[in-house]
């Protein structure tokens, strides 16, 4: 004779409903868990429609939560985020370089783009952009940098340390003549700071990011402007001069500013 094996009771689901609810009704709980969030690595405020404007799963996710809660997180949607605040930071976008470090920030723009492409069509100017983009990529990993975004015609990217972010640029300025088509030759100009953008999503902003950005408009092309931190920081690897600052929108008064042009050194 088999033995009969013991019934292992189910739980009550009424019971069960009560404890969920009860559990994220605890206002005491969910800023437990919010408090514990900013022990995490990422963005300690993930979850809000500023960090969570990228199309990666995480992202998506918490979009989608934010949307369903009105931005009243229980707690159980807060444990939700905990683990989507860690994804995000471990994605492809370099989250993990800014967590309040400091980083060199670099953009890099294409010169005359913009009045070539009404001219030479969609195609075309396409076509330049994704020749380019290739090559500003690989600079910018091969440096151990990570590429933040791509505004139409630039490039933001971030890197761990003042040196790498250089070699990036000057490599990315000596390759982009490569992606060339009948009618344009690509001509790049960049510009590089250092200092502790704020980590937003996959995302940086601040100050730190504007003056970057501020830097490449101002470069002349095939030229890398950068702040004395990036300078000073590289040493004696390459040969900067020192740059007239004027008076730069976004860039505080009193920086000193150097520049180095593409094939220095």
């Given at each position: 004779?088999?033995?009969?094996?013991?019934?292992?009771?189910?739980?009550?689901?009424?019971?069960?409903?009560?404890?969920?609810?009860?559990l994220n009704s605890s206002g005491s709980l969910s800023a437990a868990v919010r408090a514990a969030r900013e022990l995490l690595p990422g963005d300690k405020h993930f979850g809000d429609p500023l960090s969570t404007a990228g199309t990666e799963p995480a992202q998506v996710l918490a979009r989608r939560a934010w949307a369903a809660s009105g931005g009243r997180w229980t707690v159980l949607a807060e444990l939700g985020l905990a683990a989507l605040q860690v994804a995000d930071w471990l994605g492809p976008s370099g989250r993990g370089l800014g967590d309040g470090s400091k980083v060199a920030v670099l953009f890099t723009d294409l010169v005359g783009y913009s009045d070539w492409a009404v001219r030479a069509g969609d195609e075309e100017s396409l076509e330049v952009l994704r020749r380019v983009d290739a090559r500003v990529t690989d600079a910018v990993t091969e440096a151990g940098g990570a590429v933040v975004k791509r505004l139409g015609d630039g490039t933001m990217a971030v890197f761990?340390?003042?040196?790498?972010?250089?070699?990036?640029?000057?490599?990315?300025?000596?390759?982009?003549?490569?992606?060339?088509?009948?009618?344009?030759?690509?001509?790049?100009?960049?510009?590089?700071?250092?200092?502790?953008?704020?980590?937003?999503?996959?995302d940086f902003i601040g100050v730190d990011v504007n003056i970057a950005a501020r830097l490449c408009q101002a470069a002349g092309p095939n030229e890398i402007l950068m702040t004395e931190t990036i300078a000073t920081l590289a040493g004696d690897r390459v040969p900067v001069e020192p740059r007239d600052p004027g008076r730069l929108p976004g860039v505080p008064r009193g920086m000193r500013l150097y520049g180095l042009c593409d094939g220095a050194g």
């Open positions: 004779m088999v033995p009969r094996r013991p019934r292992i009771p189910l739980p009550d689901p009424g019971a069960l409903r009560s404890g969920i609810r009860w761990p340390d003042a040196t790498p972010a250089l070699e990036a640029a000057r490599k990315a300025l000596e390759v982009a003549p490569e992606a060339k088509v009948d009618g344009y030759d690509p001509t790049l100009r960049a510009g590089l700071h250092f200092g502790s953008p704020q980590p937003i999503g996959s």
